[in-house]
């Protein structure tokens, strides 16, 4: 049996070392774009107040992974499935340039959703999505602080992540407004209630809130990067905060069923039997997404026990919960989820 991964997050990387635990002869090879091993996603929008983030974020070397017998290609790029062949294609430094696969695992997350009007304005914003997004916004906060100064941010987006990465970066002293689209924050997971608990805390954090704000545009005036809604202000950095998308592209390319993700059965199995999605890359029946660490480590550990044999039932996700890592906020009702 040859098992090929695709994806070094919380649901590749725990799947291979759970299949590995059961089955030690199984050739398991784990490809991902990533270069510094595995890290925890959560942990990105502490990446301001914690000064020695970007090592402690690693979770796990890869060489780590190596020494279980875990075959890693790391900054490596599957371009390409084949599911007549049982083949992916690699773009990468390693030497292979496809291989083949008996069981194919897609565990390729998601990437930042940017609205279509923003796209033209791509260069001009961050977004906080992987480690290398977070190394980009420090090294361009570093001369800031050499200087004993701290840029002004505008974090568009009110959201979750928004407000997490907004919450950090005003507890590291940075100045932070937040532009949100709605009259409330994290208005699709607290009630009423909660939003505004969560907006007195932004607030009393010092940060700026703008509540009812359409952004329509950006700009690079002189240096000075502005966002547009019915005025026109300047910041020294953009963050764009407006969601995620699961990525389905191989899959759509490979003949699989997508729709808003890398659409699965209730035995993770994709419309190619020997193909299987999980994570923040699949979607399960319903259009369901389970875009949160608990359910996707129970989607990993439980595919390992299903492809060993040792699981016949169906997945089914177990109750969970989630909280906002903002600093000093603790919602008084269940997130809506
Ligand atoms: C800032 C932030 C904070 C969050 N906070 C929380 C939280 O507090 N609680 C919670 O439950 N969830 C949180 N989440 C969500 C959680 O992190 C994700 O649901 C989870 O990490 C997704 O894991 P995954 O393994 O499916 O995907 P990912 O972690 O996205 O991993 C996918 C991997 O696939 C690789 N890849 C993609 N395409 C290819 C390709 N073609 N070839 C090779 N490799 C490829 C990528 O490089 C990446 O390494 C947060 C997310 C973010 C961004």
Not at 16 to 23: G, H, I
Not at 128 to 146: E, G, V
Not at 238 to 259: E, H, S, Y
Request: aromatic fraction near 8%.
């Amino acid at each position: 049996m040859n098992i090929v991964v695709v994806g070094s997050g919380i649901a590749g990387v725990t799947f291979a070392e759970k299949y590995r635990t059961l089955s030690p002869d199984t050739e398991i090879t784990l490809i991902t774009q990533e270069h510094d091993g595995y890290y925890s996603r959560p942990l990105l929008s502490r990446g301001f107040t914690k000064t020695d983030i970007e090592q402690s974020i690693i979770l796990k070397s890869f060489d780590k992974l190596r020494e279980s017998n875990i075959d890693v290609i790391a900054g490596s790029e599957i371009t390409g499935i084949d599911c007549k062949q049982k083949t992916v294609a690699i773009d990468g430094p390693c030497q292979e340039k496809f291989l083949t696969y008996d069981k194919l695992i897609l565990a390729q997350g998601s990437e930042a959703f940017v609205p279509p009007p923003f796209r033209p304005f791509e260069k001009l914003f961050f977004k906080l999505n992987s480690l290398a997004d977070l190394k980009a916004m420090r090294k361009f906060r570093q001369p800031f602080l050499n200087r004993n100064q701290h840029p002004h941010w505008a974090v568009v987006g009110g959201g979750l992540i928004g407000c997490e990465v907004a919450s950090d970066l005003a507890a590291a002293g940075d100045k932070v407004t937040i532009y949100h689209m709605m009259d409330r924050l994290m208005e699709r997971q607290l009630v009423p209630e909660d939003s505004a608990g969560l907006l007195a805390v932004l607030q009393a954090s010092g940060v700026e809130v703008l509540l009812n704000q359409a952004v329509q545009s950006f700009a690079d005036e002189g240096g000075k990067l502005c966002v547009k809604t019915d005025v026109t202000a300047e910041y020294d950095a953009i963050v764009v905060a407006t969601g995620f998308k699961p990525r389905t592209g191989l899959a759509q390319q490979a003949g699989l069923d997508v729709g808003r993700g890398i659409k699965v059965n209730a035995y993770l199995q994709t419309s190619d039997e020997d193909v299987f999605a999980l994570g923040d890359a699949a979607e399960l029946s319903e259009s369901k997404l389970y875009a949160y660490i608990l359910p996707i480590r129970s989607q990993a550990l439980w595919l390992a026990n299903h492809l060993t044999g040792q699981e016949q039932t169906p997945w089914a996700p177990a109750l969970f919960s989630t909280k906002a890592k903002v600093h000093g906020f603790e919602a008084k009702y269940p997130y809506n989820l």
